[in-house]
Each structure stands twice: as C-alpha cells, then as structure tokens.
C-alpha cells in the first residue's frame, strides 16, 4: 500500500499541491504581477493550470487560456464576451477544442486578473481547465434540439458542472479527469474515451446512464468499459462522484504522473472491482444493466436540421482546424441575437448556430457564409481535427494545424467530394489532443534523420481506428514517415479504397479488410512491424 510520504517522495506535483492549494493562486495574481514574470517560481506556473492557463511557446511571458463551456454550450453573450477577452487582452486568436472549450492565446501575466474577472462577469469560468482537476464537461452539441435524442441531458451536464467546476474538493485529483454526458441516438459524445461516461438510455419507461468508465488517449489509449448498471438520471452527477472519489483516494495512483489516470485502475481491478468499490462507497447496490450496440456513426452535426422544436432549425458549419478568431465570434455572437437561440460547439471543433426560424435559414447561411463561415465546404474539413501544435504548444514537436490544412487540401483538389466522410485527426505530440487513436488516418508527429544524417520533420501514421459501431484503437502502422511523403502516402491509401470499396464500404472498414503489407503497398510505405523484425534478425 501507498502512502502520503511516499506520494510526496517521489511526485513533485503532489507536494505543490500540498504546499499551497492551486485554486488560491488566482488571489496572488497582484503579487505576481508585480514581481514580474522573469522572477515567477516555476511552481507558480504550474498552479495557474488551475485556471486553464499554459505557457505559450515559446516562454517569454504569454499565456494560453482554456475557457470550460459545458455541453459547448453558449449564449451569444457568453460567445461575445469569449471574442472581446481574445481582442482586447490577446491578439484576436482563438481556436475551439475537442472537449468543446475555446482557447485564448497572447495573454499577458499583467492582464490575467482582468482576463478571469470579465469572464467572471459574463458567467464563464476557466477554473479547472487544466491541471489535476475535472477538465471541461462534454457533451452533445444538439441535446435539446435533436429529434432522435433519448432524452435532453442539459440538466445533468449543467449539475456536474455546477458541483465540480472550481470546487476545492475535487481539485486535488491524481491527474486530470474527464467526463462526458449525453443521450444523443449515436453516441456522438466519444464515451469510449473519457474517463467517466454517462451513455443515455431509457430503460422500463426510465430516464438514466450506463456508466463507462477508465477510456483515455494519450501515449497508452484505452477503451472505456462498461460498468454494467443503470443509473436514473436524478443520481447521475452522485456516480460521477464516487467514481471520482475512490480513484481519487486511493494513492497507488498519486505515486507516479504516468500512472496517475483512472484507466490504469481500471486495468488493474477491472470493470467489476471499480463496481465493487463504487457501491461500496455509496452504501447500496446500484441496478444491473446492459447497453444496447448501436448500428450508426457519430454525428459531425454539419448542415442544416430540423430541431424538435416545430418550425426550427440549427445550422452546423465547418470551423476548419477549429481556427476562429475574436472578431469572427464577437460578428457571430451579434448574428445568433438576432436569428437565433445559441451557439454550440462540437467534438470536431465546429459550429453549430441553433433555434433559426425555418423561412430565416437561408439567411443565417448566407451571413454566416459572409463571416468567413461557408457551410458549403467539403465536409472532411468538419471531420478533420489537429491539435493547438505549433507555434503555441510547447510539447508539440512538429507542424499541426498546417500540415493538416496540406494534407486536407490535397485529398480534397484530388479526389473532390468522394473524400467528405474522412475523419484525419493529427497531433504534435503523444498526449492526443486531437485523438489520433480513434481516427480514419491518425497522425502523430516525430523526427527522423534524413539520408545525409539531418532531422527532419516527420510523422507516425496510424490506422483502423474508429468511435461508433466497432470502436478500436489505431494501428500505428507506419512509423517516422517524412513530411514530404505524407502526400502520396495517403492518397495512395485513399484511392485503393475508392477503387476497391465494396456498397457502403466505409475507409476504415476498407483498412481492416486488408493485411499491413497490402496497405503499405497502397501507401508505398513499409509497414512498421516488417521493418523492426529485420532490424531485430540483423
């Protein structure tokens, strides 16, 4: 067994926390600014993780803010107060998330008290966008307006943000911890890979979860399992409590920074004694359940739709590579006032403008095409995410919202529309920001060493990954490919797909018909387990 002294022998983070309660740094900005940044303790740097703040790179004193919106969901207030923090304190950037937040970039040391209080003053908060807490709230961007929803998961997701969000007694986790709710038809909230899942059901004439538990990307992906038990909705956000709360106190998983995830609990006790414990920690036994398959693919929720309620429509619109900019979400905020409800954002970091009166669609189209937001766009731009990357992250290690907008652009100029149904998902780095795992094509970036010895830029490539129907982890198949060959690479992989697909084939369907040898002849590339074996024999 683990204990305290232990945990802060060997993780130094567990003795920051210790030391000084993150949260409480927000109360010492003043201080900060006045010594300066030059002169700011690296401790001080990782508590304001606390407040969704990161270095930018490189370090010279701006920072990156995660703004948490639960659900995506915001009002053209909110939105607008999100576009002026970015102008008025940054430099105008701003790019949406995968767990449906907005990231700020420039932000100054000097300006981070006046950042937090205006959006303090328009009900937004950041606390705990990073660091060991419960990271932003994920959800179905639709829910409430689909007409196949389950049921509207708002309220829920609205509690377990109200309870967790800034809350002190949960920011003292082991790591960070991530939550998704909803109870969309096709499961487009990604439950096989957060932490904690609640998967919308209704079950004898009752509304509630099943509850998955231990998914996760990064440098070790897992799956989520499932919990096998229904949970009423009215208890949902208690379960989220006490599975947080018994991963939380159990120190074995405090010890170490790699091994400080719920997954790693998971894979050590299974399903069954995460169960075991969870009712243990309720003082009840929960009621057992098990979760139907489903037969479709998560939604993108791009283009126009007919919202439950009569005579109303959300429009969704491509963000390509979730740049925006404050201007654009400020002209947004002011379009939705008028022709609409509010403003969602999606898991594939786009837009989704809700509640336009049917016979105003084609308007809303038109201006939101006027603000630089054309919905008539070839769809794998909705469907293809990278990571922040270069030039504000300081873990990426290569090109990322760029390389993607060359690689998107090629397959779209040589292939047209046969291409709108690919999911590329490409990262600077092993933390998986943009899920290179569950992608079509992922893409993780690396070096290699040119023939004369130089590095150059370069990239894994993974695949057979996929959410959904048949959810798995990638393959990564082809290792420290160099950027120059992605190019002929994919598109090789693509048009063996489009030339031998059978009715309804899907792209990763396709990969996983095939062997690895048999796409590394498509791509022109050798597969990565060949290439190691010889190196072995040799």
Avoid at 395 to 401: A, L, M, N, R
Avoid at 490 to 503: A, F, N, P, Q, S
Wanted: include cysteine.
């Amino acid at each position: 067994m683990s204990d305290w002294e232990t945990v802060y022998t060997r993780n130094p983070v567990e003795r920051i926390k210790r030391d000084k309660p993150p949260l409480g740094i927000r109360d010492e900005l003043p201080a900060l600014v006045a010594q300066g940044y030059e002169r700011m303790a690296e401790e001080d740097v990782v508590r304001l993780q606390w407040w969704g703040l990161y270095h930018d790179k490189p370090k010279i004193g701006t920072f990156m803010l995660r703004v948490k919106i639960p659900g995506g969901i915001l009002t053209p207030a909110k939105l607008r107060a999100v576009g002026e923090v970015a102008n008025r304190y940054g430099r105008g950037d701003a790019e949406l998330t995968t767990r449906q937040c907005i990231q700020l970039h420039w932000l100054e040391l000097a300006a981070l008290g006046d950042v937090l209080a205006d959006l303090d003053a328009a009900g937004i908060t950041s606390a705990g966008g990073c660091g060991d807490t419960v990271r932003n709230i994920t959800g179905c961007p639709v829910a409430g307006l689909a007409a196949d929803e389950l049921f509207d998961a708002t309220g829920v997701v609205d509690d377990a943000a109200g309870l967790f969000y800034g809350n002190p007694e949960f920011a003292n986790l082991p790591r960070k911890h991530k939550y998704a709710i909803a109870a969309c038809a096709d499961r487009c909230h990604a439950p096989e890979i957060n932490c904690v899942s609640l998967v919308g059901t209704v079950h004898d004439g009752r509304e509630g979860f099943a509850v998955q538990v231990g998914g996760g990307l990064s440098s070790v992906p897992r799956l989520a399992r499932d919990l096998g038990v229904f949970v009423p909705r009215e208890e949902a956000v208690e379960i989220l409590g006490a599975v947080t709360t018994v991963w939380s106190e159990d120190l074995r998983y405090r010890v170490s920074r790699v091994k400080a995830r719920l997954k790693f609990m998971v894979d050590d006790i299974g399903a069954d004694g995460m169960l075991e414990r969870v009712e243990a920690k309720l003082g009840r036994t929960l009621e057992r359940y098990e979760l139907p398959a489903i037969d479709v693919e998560p939604s993108a929720h791009v283009g126009v739709h007919a919202q439950k309620q009569s005579g109303l429509s959300y429009v969704g619109v491509p963000v390509p590579l979730g740049l925006t900019s404050g201007d654009q979400l400020v002209a947004l905020a002011g379009l939705v006032e008028e022709l609409g409800m509010d403003v969602r954002i999606t898991r594939q970091q786009n837009l989704v403008v809700t509640g336009v009166e049917d016979e105003r669609v084609a308007e809303a189209v038109d201006r939101l095409d006027a603000l630089g937001l054309p919905l008539d766009t070839n769809e794998i731009w909705a469907n293809s995410i990278a990571c922040t990357g270069e030039p504000h992250c300081n873990f990426s290690v290569g090109e990322t919202k760029d390389r993607l907008r060359d690689l998107v652009d090629h397959l779209e100029t040589t292939f047209g529309d046969d291409v709108a149904p690919l999911r590329l998902h490409l990262d600077g780095c092993p933390h998986a920001c943009a899920q290179h795992w569950v992608g079509d094509l992922g893409f993780q970036a690396t070096t290699a060493k040119n023939d004369e010895g130089t590095r150059v830029a370069a990239y894994d490539v993974l695949v057979r990954g996929a959410l959904g129907p048949s959810p798995a982890i990638a393959t990564p198949l082809f290792r420290r490919v160099p950027s120059e060959r992605l190019e002929p690479a994919v598109e090789g992989l693509v048009r063996g797909w489009l030339d031998t697909r059978g009715e309804g084939e899907t792209f990763t369907a396709f990969q996983r018909r095939l062997t690895d040898d048999e796409l590394g002849a498509l791509a022109g590339l050798e597969p990565a387990k060949k290439r190691r074996r010889e190196e072995i024999e040799a």
